[in-house]
């Protein structure tokens, strides 16, 4: 009985990133933390390219794409726009993974700009080129600009998180 | 220079086409799913509006229960912050309310003489609104979208591009319609653009959303500036809106005419869809 009472604990605390995402993606968490007119960051990208680039077995893509789904629903886009950019951003991420033997903070952060960009210019892409819907480039600056910043701040709890439930590092 | 092409292709692929141990699918299958849900999506064809609708639906009120956390953080929050300004708040008050007093003279000698007026040219009196009443469930604004979802749909007859009210006033219109919820389109989205009359000169303009609080107002004549008293209200030139609905006031911000509305889109709780307009005589 012991036993299974840890392995149910493990299997949460292992659980938790992928249980944060679809939180956040379902959740108007995006959307509430818009201050000032300019602040924004796309907390999705950050624990996607994280854990995907450290330890691949916390998210599976189908989950990947499924929160994309919901993302859509709630944000009013058609269906498949958000998967395709997480999808992108995960793709980026196992890109680095098998690129690179060793992988720093810094290595990560800076790969991650292609990540960042790459989805969000993809997301703009489809929705003025395929929708009638008009959204301001500047917007989309300001959200990739402070995701970028905020990922030091999220890798260090995120490192932290994995040293506490004592994952392996994955490279 | 060929190797180092190869090494990228060889990860490139890998991370494509690789599955991993605890991965199902992998990147491109996926990738290629959502490319065809993207394409079938954009069809509009009917049984994808019903399918669409019917995950819209599902998703709004497991998503409603969801965020309640962070709108409860929010609501406390602003709790908080009023009553910090509330002496501030409350000596303004006072010198509106006195301010007030003394129009309310002023506008019942006008009330009296625009009934004799409009008895005068026997102006068709169409004033009151057949409303449905709703709660907002989720409110969304993000550098994508300023939109709010309600908790009424199609059962409760309401349809594309009716107006939707706040505390009597103009807030938005509908733009997505599921079977018990519907999307609320703000005045303040880039995306909204309505006819619109300024009182009390009578000029045309378009309120146009610019994604900030404030909408714009556009295709003003050249000279114009505005005053104190230059209220908005729909024109219903579009032929979609009705005429007379209240918006908010025009005033000078960074170079730009924007419109103050009446009613905060950022503090709305509960809305009423406009049905259909109604005379005087079948309001009373």
Same mark, same amino acid.
């Given at each position: 009985m012991a036993i299974n009472v840890k392995v149910i604990k493990e299997g949460l605390l292992r659980l938790a990133p992928l249980i944060l995402l679809i939180y956040i993606c379902i959740s108007e968490f995006h959307t509430q933390f818009y201050y000032w007119k300019i602040f924004s960051f796309n907390l999705q990208f950050i624990i996607l390219y994280y854990w995907i680039l450290r330890d691949p077995s916390i998210l599976g893509y189908g989950f990947v794409f499924l929160c994309g789904i919901i993302n859509d629903v709630i944000l009013s886009l058609p269906l498949g726009t958000s998967s395709l950019s997480y999808l992108f951003v995960s793709l980026v991420a196992a890109y680095v993974r098998n690129a690179t033997v060793r992988s720093t903070l810094f290595t990560d952060w800076f790969t991650f700009i292609i990540a960042i960009l790459g989805g969000n210019m993809l997301t703009y892409f489809l929705i003025q080129n395929f +929708?009638?819907?008009? +959204?301001?480039? #500047?917007? #989309?600056?300001?959200?990739?600009?402070? +995701?970028?910043?905020?990922?030091p701040f999220f890798w260090g709890i995120f490192e932290l998180y994995k040293r506490f439930i004592g994952l392996r590092i994955y490279d | 220079m060929a190797t180092s092409r190869d090494d990228f292709g060889i990860a490139i692929r890998s991370a494509l086409l690789q599955r991993g141990a605890k991965q199902k699918f992998s990147l491109f299958v996926l990738i290629l799913i959502s490319i065809v849900i993207f394409a079938i999506d954009n069809t509009q064809v009917k049984p994808v509006k019903v399918l669409r609708s019917l995950i819209n639906d599902s998703i709004y009120r497991v998503s409603a229960i969801s965020s309640s956390p962070i709108r409860f953080t929010s609501a406390t929050k602003n709790f908080f912050v009023k009553h910090v300004f509330i002496y501030e708040e409350n000596e303004q008050l006072k010198s509106e309310i006195a301010e007030l007093k003394k129009k309310k003279f002023d506008t019942s000698y006008l009330e009296t003489e625009n009934k004799q007026l409009q008895e005068i040219v026997e102006l068709d009196q169409k004033l009151a609104f057949m409303t449905v009443g709703a709660k907002i469930m989720l409110d969304k604004n993000s550098p994508y979208l300023n939109s709010a979802i309600i908790n009424k749909g199609s059962n409760s007859k309401i349809k594309l591009g009716m107006p939707v009210l706040s505390k009597g006033h103009l807030i938005g219109r509908i733009v997505e319609v599921n079977y018990m919820s519907s999307r609320i389109l703000l005045l303040n989205d880039l995306n909204s653009k309505i006819p619109v009359v300024i009182s009390p000169s009578g000029d045309q303009a378009i309120l146009s959303g610019v994604g900030q609080l404030k909408p714009s107002l556009e295709y003003l004549p050249d000279n114009f500036y505005p005053k104190d008293n230059n209220l908005v209200y729909t024109s219903g030139k579009d032929g979609v809106l009705i005429p007379g609905i209240s918006i908010g006031q025009a005033l000078m911000e960074d170079d730009r005419i924007k419109v103050k509305l009446f009613t905060d889109p950022t503090q709305?709780?509960?809305?009423?869809?406009?049905?259909?307009?109604?005379?005087?005589?079948e309001a009373m």
């Open positions: +929708t009638e819907m008009r +959204t301001e480039y #500047v917007s #989309v600056f300001y959200d990739s600009m402070f +995701t970028f910043i905020l990922y | 709305i709780f509960l809305v009423n869809v406009v049905l259909e307009q109604q005379t005087d005589l």
